[in-house]
């Protein structure tokens, strides 16, 4: 790799006898992740509060429009904490952008888990969304600038891992909670997302800086020691040499091509690329029907005729087996790469949704007083076929965007990328429950049709990352930096490859 005029090969840019290493680099991305877990606990933990008795006993039977305002509250709440990011992590850094998050969540937990009425817990999720928004674009951006290459990407995914962990406690809570005859049967699920945030404010003055972001406001001898921390093991000098040059070489250059506005990311080329597949692979992430699934499962069940307790059971344990599906996802992302697992899991999707919907509609249909309860369980084993395989692109919608970009406008692209995910995520959110009111399964007609063409997307136009490092992505987009002038060590002239290419 070139960068700057400096060679940096490839071999020695390599995690080599860092054991010791992986695993302190690995705690701080495992603890990063409880990020995920709140955004996987209050996705989940929705979707058995509203349907529990004594919740609509106090509440009120919500109306389809207000069950799509309380779960899309929290939506709209993640739209503007993602945004927000953009301002928070270049200005104030990640950690301090991890500690904001962490108390709003906080706040919203207690909004909701004390509310009197329906508007006092719509306030409460809109507080927690704007959490979750923030969290969720800035721990898988943080964890890319603090890992290695080779493992970067089951270090960033563990957002989805935490993700699945907290979707499962959220099921479970609520199922184990329903056995309660008193309000503590939805109170207590709502307050519990308070210890996650709690436990992050805390523990989040403990980790270190990204070293990047340390690069990028010149306080060098500090990104240095950070390098040393998570990547040294006493023996690997060379290596630490080859990567802190590579980070400030890369990053100085990129300060002289600084964006002055958000207009400007759009007018670069391989910067307008980067967001494009960024923003598509959120996107399609959404458009596979999950969150559907995920926030309006009793309704979905209820639709078959399945009583709630059930449904409840048959989501905890499709909860259960996510976590072991991820931790399959994990192992096999820095081994195969992100984009033949994407057309594979796209496909696999696409497959599940169409046999959900013929069978609704040949042998289970809403009136029919007596379905044929074999056609009951192919359906639902076909939920369970349909999150195995979102796994893979539950994970990498994380971790790509969060990896593509760089580091110039590496937190602006990430928020726009997670922006699109919550942006679509309120639509649905909002729509899901009249469409599944009078369109029952032929809903996921829609979902069948994106899967396929985000399949499609996958094998045209995404590039893969696996194995190169955050600098080295730059080539795959034809944005290296290219030194036209030095003068002791500084550069004075600096364009990329691909505006050398135009004017040649």
């Known amino acids: 790799m070139d960068i700057l005029g400096a060679q940096y090969p490839e071999q020695e840019i390599q995690y080599s006898d860092l054991s010791f290493g992986f695993y302190h680099l690995a705690g701080v991305a495992a603890f990063l992740a409880l990020g995920g877990f709140l955004f996987g606990y209050d996705s989940g933990i929705i979707s058995s509060t509203i349907a529990q008795p004594r919740f609509i006993q106090y509440m009120g039977t919500p109306s389809s429009a207000e069950r799509g305002g309380i779960v899309s509250s929290f939506t709209g709440g993640a739209i503007l904490g993602a945004l927000s990011i953009s301002f928070l992590a270049d200005r104030f850094g990640r950690r301090l952008t991890v500690f904001i998050g962490s108390v709003i969540s906080v706040i919203g937990s207690v909004l909701q888990g004390g509310a009197v009425n329906t508007a006092m817990l719509i306030a409460g999720r809109l507080i927690a969304g704007f959490s979750v928004g923030l969290l969720s674009a800035i721990v898988p951006l943080f964890?890319?600038?603090?890992?290695?290459?080779?493992?970067?990407g089951k270090l960033s995914g563990l957002l989805?891992?935490?993700?699945?962990?907290?979707?499962?406690?959220?099921?479970?809570?609520?199922?184990g909670c329903f056995q309660v005859d008193s309000n503590f049967q939805w109170r207590f699920p709502l307050s519990f997302q308070t210890v996650p945030g709690l436990i992050m404010a805390i523990g989040i003055w403990f980790l270190p800086e990204s070293p990047r972001w340390l690069v990028e406001k010149e306080r060098f001898e500090e990104a240095k020691a950070v390098l040393d921390t998570l990547h040294g093991n006493g023996s690997n000098e060379d290596f630490l040499q080859a990567e802190y040059r590579e980070?400030?070489?890369?990053?100085?250059?990129?300060?002289?091509?600084?964006?002055?506005?958000?207009?400007?990311?759009?007018?670069?080329?391989?910067?307008?690329?980067?967001?494009?597949?960024?923003?598509?692979?959120?996107?399609f992430g959404q458009l596979s029907g999950i969150n559907v699934i995920n926030y309006y499962g009793p309704q979905i069940y209820e639709i078959l005729g399945i009583d709630t307790s059930t449904s409840l059971q048959i989501i905890g344990i499709s909860g259960s087996l996510s976590i072991v599906y991820c931790v399959i996802g994990l192992w096999l992302l820095d081994r195969i790469g992100r984009i033949k697992p994407l057309v594979i899991t796209a496909g696999g999707m696409a497959a599940a949704l169409l046999v959900n919907s013929v069978l609704s509609k040949y042998y289970v249909l809403i009136d029919n007083p007596?379905?044929?309860?074999?056609?009951?369980?192919?359906?639902?084993?076909?939920?369970?076929?349909?999150?195995?395989?979102?796994?893979?692109?539950?994970?990498?919608?994380?971790?790509?965007?969060?990896?593509?970009?760089?580091?110039?406008?590496?937190?602006?692209?990430?928020?726009?990328?997670?922006?699109?995910?919550?942006?679509?995520?309120?639509v649905?959110?909002?729509?899901?429950?009249?469409?599944?009111?009078?369109?029952?399964?032929?809903?996921?007609?829609?979902?069948?049709?994106?899967?396929?063409?985000?399949?499609?997307?996958?094998?045209?136009?995404?590039?893969?990352?696996?194995?190169?490092?955050?600098?080295?992505?730059?080539?795959?987009?034809?944005?290296?930096?290219?030194?036209?002038?030095?003068?002791?060590?500084?550069?004075?002239?600096?364009?990329?490859?691909?505006?050398s290419r135009h004017k040649a």
């Open 247 to 283: 980070i400030v070489d890369t990053i100085t250059a990129e300060k002289q091509i600084a964006v002055r506005s958000w207009r400007e990311m759009f007018s670069r080329p391989s910067w307008r690329r980067r967001l494009t597949l960024g923003m598509g692979i959120q996107a």
């Open 370 to 426: 007596s379905p044929n309860e074999n056609a009951l369980r192919a359906m639902v084993a076909m939920n369970f076929v349909f999150s195995l395989f979102f796994t893979m692109i539950g994970v990498i919608s994380w971790v790509y965007p969060a990896e593509i970009f760089p580091a110039e406008i590496r937190a602006r692209g990430n928020s726009l990328s997670t922006v699109t995910n919550w942006s679509l995520n309120l």
């Open 160 to 175: 989805q891992f935490m993700l699945s962990w907290g979707f499962f406690v959220a099921q479970w809570l609520g199922y």
């Open 428 to 499: 649905f959110a909002q729509c899901a429950p009249m469409a599944l009111e009078d369109l029952g399964f032929k809903f996921f007609y829609f979902f069948f049709a994106w899967n396929l063409i985000a399949a499609v997307c996958y094998l045209l136009f995404y590039p893969e990352t696996k194995g190169k490092t955050l600098e080295g992505i730059d080539e795959l987009f034809g944005d290296q930096p290219v030194v036209k002038d030095m003068e002791d060590g500084v550069v004075v002239t600096v364009e990329t490859v691909e505006e």
């Open 143 to 152: 964890s890319s600038e603090i890992a290695i290459s080779k493992d970067r």
